[in-house]
């Protein structure tokens, strides 16, 4: 009964170990992705304090590699130091994941205030005849959200770009995109988006803090499965050096 358990341990220990190659990838993923994201969104987001759990879960996903090769090896040639090495590395592993969710949620409350405090400044800044990055910014989230100013796109009226163009319109990215001659004239506003901008872009960065938050859980619990295994196969190894091994031809660390 006992070495079926050590077998099975071993078994799901293995498969674990191709699980966190897997993960490696999707982690590096998650963490480009948040990247690429912020890159869109970073003049409405001044805190790049808010990149360092991105940063954390691509280093964790490279490391998981690495973790994925130490504990095939270690499995498969029943290597005492290497599981408690691989233990070891999977512990400091999860305590730094759950340092991802923590800092997750603190960035994630942060969020709303970081936005009501920059956005105003970014529209204030726009400049349509020779666009700015700031102004690319906000031409990219008005298309990409479907919305137009920060509450609504009355907003835009009370902007120097506005002001300076005395035409009574909006931004061409504040139209709809089913609409083919939309001019973004004030005079049809059934043509242009009426949801602002400020919420949907709050909402965004918060789903994108969550992608993360999400990530590092999942993964730490695998993790905890992955040292609750390797933990048996070692206990195991302690008390009885002579089980049967996964692959014939095994050595012992």
Known sequence: MGQCGITSSKTVLVFLNLIFWAAAGILCYVGAYVFITYDDYDHFFEDVYTLIPAVIIIAVGTLLF???????CATIRESR???????????????????????????????E??????????????????????????????????CCGIHNYSDWESTA????????????????ASLSNCTGSLT?????????????????????????IWAA??????QLLG?????????????????????TGGTYA
């Open 66 to 72: 690495i973790i994925g090769l130490i504990g095939c």
């Open 81 to 111: 130091c290497g599981l408690a090495t691989f233990v070891i590395i999977l512990l400091l592993v999860f305590v730094t994941e759950v340092v991802v969710v923590v800092l997750g949620y603190i960035y994630r409350a942060k969020v």
């Open 113 to 146: 205030d970081e936005v009501n405090h920059s956005i105003r400044k970014v529209y204030n800044g726009y400049n349509g005849t020779n666009p700015d990055a700031a102004s690319r910014a906000i031409d990219y989230v008005q298309r990409q959200l479907r």
């Open 161 to 176: 770009w506005f002001k300076q163009t005395k035409n009574n319109s909006v931004p061409l990215s504040c139209c709809k």
């Open 188 to 212: 049809r506003p059934m043509d242009l988006y009426s949801e602002g901008c400020e919420a949907l872009v709050v909402k965004k960065l918060q789903e994108i803090m969550m992608y993360v």
């Open 217 to 222: 859980l999942a993964f730490a619990a695998i």
């Open 227 to 247: 040292m609750l295994c390797a933990c048996i196969v070692l206990c195991r190894r302690s008390r009885d050096p002579a089980y049967e091994l996964l692959i």
